[in-house]
């Protein structure tokens, strides 16, 4: 399967970020958002993260290089169809790979490691205790 090259015109990118905001916004809230709309465009704007829109999906995902030289492609955000988004990662992480990363990454529920492409490892696991108020107050 071919690379598959997240979407980088800034025109066609804005428009196609409008279109999929709602499944990449139900995907925030599933834990707790940790980014507003325009928060999310200004990091896929300036290349930070990276953006694949599908017909009924998208992706957004990041690389991080961790201090011994191990370079992560992260899968940060996946909303819509499910068996859509599955064609997309295999190109995506072909993508990754062109750009020296060494492992793929995703937090989520577990179910996540059973039905992507490819022989998942279940690893840690995040917990999340509000401190104060809950996630609903951050959701606006």
């Known amino acids: 399967m071919e690379r598959l090259d997240p979407i980088s015109d800034l025109t066609d990118m804005r428009a196609q970020f409008e279109r999929c905001w709602p499944w990449l916004w139900e995907s925030l809230c599933e834990y707790g958002p940790t980014h507003n709309k325009e928060q999310l465009w200004m990091r896929l704007s300036r ?7 599908g017909k009924t ?35 995506i992480e072909e993508w990754a790979i062109g750009r020296g990363c060494h ?38």
């Open 103 to 140: 492992r793929a990454t995703g937090y989520g529920r577990d179910g996540w490691a059973d039905v992507m492409h490819g022989p998942w490892e279940k690893g840690t696991r995040r917990r999340v205790k509000w401190l104060v108020g809950d996630r609903h107050a951050w959701a606006a």
């Open 47 to 53: 290349s930070w993260s990276f953006f694949w829109p």
């Open 57 to 91: 999906c998208a992706i957004v995902g990041e690389i991080v290089n961790w201090p011994i030289g191990l370079r992560d492609f992260n899968y940060w955000l996946q909303g819509g169809d499910l068996p859509e988004l599955k064609t997309l990662h295999h190109g």
